[in-house]
């Protein structure tokens, strides 16, 4: 950034920030500008960044996506007021079975006549497991949604012959014991299932069959050369560090991973969960500043770890747990009905800033799923009778519908706020995707109580034709939805843009999507 660059930026503290707002009252919006050259190009954005995850959790699948002998559910028990909002979000990449979950979970229970299947005591989160929903019906609903599955395995309790074994059973064509009982149970071509996760979480003493990162390391290298052996082409996924938990040195732990393991997976996954616990607006909305920050560490460790590698494979980032979560959080999260968070509009917020930075990051992040689809930490929230669209829904709808192509890199120069834990944090957040000819532009305006009008100018190109708007927006940053109750929801516009140049005004707490063909 110029000397005069910095010297035109307007840093408000909590104690600054009065007489300066005020005087920006009087004078009309506060001021901001944007700069896109279409031709500095941050990378690719893969479409997997805007999957989302499943877990047999809470009402998550039962008494969410599954409900047998419901009258809202298909023949196969698929919940279909809940296919259909889901189908709405472009979900393009569903993991499945957690989470949690997995570390103790034998994928052979989960197969065969329904009932016939074993009922368990379901251990990582305090229930009982029907099976009842199992690889053939989580594959059939990836299929029905026309999404990429990704299976995370057993690493925690579960042998690398379990591991394997599951590959065969659901990618290979040959005449085997896997691929006749899979045969027997009525699918007669393999799916051929290209994302596999190596374990979740593993980093954590919460997690059943929890290791240190070099025992980690070391089981999940034999796991990984078993399943590739079955299936050359599948792609794998590695358990980053969750970093939930204090002591745990989740840099270390991702370094030693990678060390062990960077001949043989495709991704790393990190996960981060955000909250609001101070109810302190303004540093969370900052949230995604430390989302920013572990994806460069993580991309650091990865070009460390492989640097001295001849034709190394690409390792990527794969953000496959994140959203905001803390109300429904604690240390008796047991039974079926939990962590079932009701968003509101703050919350929407923060996870448009953390897709802005998947975005941002498209070099090097090319997966990301939301936790989870439904009832659970979720963008959509059923009843008995319904379902209901939370506000978290909308930001993750227009971004995952109208940003593809190539992520952009975007100059901006606006005033900023203090932040206690992240130092200066522009009031605008942003990302811009091109796609042949046509710009996607999202901000969110951070600023709890100022419009920021900026002017957006094209370096390279010219604007044609009006521009489509949507703005996420509601009453107040405590706003939310519930059944018969739509206060945070998408409102459509237009705009118009001038040659090279749009003007455009910025709502106070909002997200806008900018949508605008090119000449």
Known sequence: MSESTKLTRRTFTAAAAAPLLASAQQQGALRARLKIDTERVIGDIDPLIFGNFIEHLGRCIDGGIFEENHALSDAN????????????????????????????????????????????????????????????????????????????????????????????YVNSAEDTEMTRLRRKNGRQQPWKVNYWGLGNEMDGPWQMGHRSADDYGKFALEAAKLMRWTDPSIKLIAAGSSHFASGIDWIGWNRTVLDHLKTHIDYIAVHRYVGNADNNYYEFLASSRDVDARTKTVEGLIDAATSDMPNRRP??????????????????????????????????????????????????????????????????????????????????????????????????????????????????????????????LNVVNRHRDQPIEADIDLQDRRFSGPVETAEVNGPDIKSENGFGKTLVKSTPGSARAEGEKLRYRFAPHSYTMLKARLA
């Open 315 to 440: 390792i990527y980032i794969a953000w496959d747990e994140y959203n905001v979560w803390y109300r429904a959080r604690g240390n008796k999260e047991r039974g079926r009905r939990i962590l079932e968070e009701i968003y509101n509009l703050e919350d929407a917020l923060v996870v448009a800033t953390f897709l802005n930075s998947f975005i941002n990051h498209a070099h090097i992040v090319k997966m990301a799923n939301m936790a989870q689809l439904v009832n659970v930490i979720a963008p959509i929230f059923s009843n008995d009778k319904g379902l209901f669209l939370q506000t978290i829904y909308y930001p993750l709808q227009l971004i995952a519908n109208n940003s593809r192509g190539k992520s952009l890199s975007v100059f901006l120069d606006c005033p900023t706020y203090e932040s206690k834990k992240y130092g200066a944090v522009d009031y605008l957040d942003c990302s811009a995707a091109l796609d042949n000819g046509t710009l996607v």
């Open 77 to 168: 028990g698929f919940r279909k007021d809940v296919f259909e909002a889901a189908s709405k979000l472009n979900v393009t990449q569903l993991r499945w079975p957690g989470g949690n979950f997995s570390s103790n979970y034998h994928w052979r229970d989960g197969i065969g006549p329904r009932d016939q299947r074993p009922r368990r005591l379901e251990m990582a989160w305090g229930t009982v497991e029907t099976n009842r929903f199992g690889t053939h019906e989580f594959l059939q609903y990836a299929e029905q949604m026309y999404t990429e599955p990704y299976i995370c395995v057993n690493l925690g309790t579960g042998s690398w012959t379990d591991a394997q074994q599951w590959v065969e």
